[in-house]
């Protein structure tokens, strides 16, 4: 029987961004290695700072957008509201 991957979430900053990435992995050495490959997939080295979060049951999104608006749909907005 093979052993049971779970979720890991490669958390790094990319151009003063956060990001995470979904790695299915068995253990942390594996996840580390998902890491490294994921880094050369995308043609950049794996930065210091990243950490691995593990995900053993997995999570829920309760929201499927971010609360707020952008600077840019805000500005649409005005342009097309007869009453700005």
Not at 9 to 21: F, Y
Request: aromatic share 8%; glycine share 6%; proline share 8%.
């Amino acid at each position: 029987m093979e052993p049971t991957k779970t979720l890991w979430m490669l958390d790094i900053v990319r151009d003063k961004c956060g990001e995470l990435i979904p790695i299915y992995a068995v253990d942390q050495t594996e996840a580390w290695i998902e890491a490294q490959c994921w880094a050369i997939r995308n043609e950049m080295p794996l930065p210091e700072t990243a950490t691995l979060i593990h995900f053993p049951n997995g999570f829920t999104i309760f929201r499927r957008t971010i609360p707020g608006t952008l600077k840019g749909e805000i500005d649409a907005q005005s342009s097309t509201d007869p009453g700005t």
